[in-house]
């Protein structure tokens, strides 16, 4: 079992940066995939981001290329989200997620999830 933490939320204005960081419980944390997901106020969780076991392979949501960067680091039990030239419409809960079996880019295959943090982008 894992338990993850994430912190790094907060209000930006639009064109700013943040760090979402991912902290995960165990000695298994190198063994599971992680994800990024975020929900906006009235609507459904989306996928923002994903990373293998290693960090060798991310994918990313169209709305994320380009300015949002996951990485992780195994020794550390973290996984990251570096967000850039945010905009209003970023403004959710962001949740990190551990999938034990693949790099999936739908919310229900994952196992485990945080408690999420809130980022707001100010315009």
């Known amino acids: 079992q894992v338990q993850l933490v994430e912190s790094g939320g907060g209000l930006v204005q639009a064109g700013g940066s943040l760090r979402l960081s991912c902290v995960g419980s165990g000695r298994t944390f190198s063994t599971y995939a992680m994800g990024w997901f975020r929900q906006a106020p009235g609507k459904e969780r989306e996928f923002v981001a994903v990373i293998d076991r290693s960090g060798g392979t991310t994918g990313y949501a169209d709305s994320a290329k380009g300015r949002f960067t996951i990485s992780r680091e195994n020794a550390k039990n973290t996984v990251y989200l570096q967000m850039s030239s945010l905009k209003p419409e970023d403004t959710a809960v962001y949740y990190c997620?551990?999938?034990?079996?693949?790099?999936?880019?739908?919310?229900?295959?994952?196992?485990?999830w945080g408690q999420g943090t809130q980022v707001t982008g100010s315009s």
């Open positions: 997620a551990a999938d034990r079996w693949s790099t999936s880019r739908s919310a229900g295959v994952y196992d485990y």
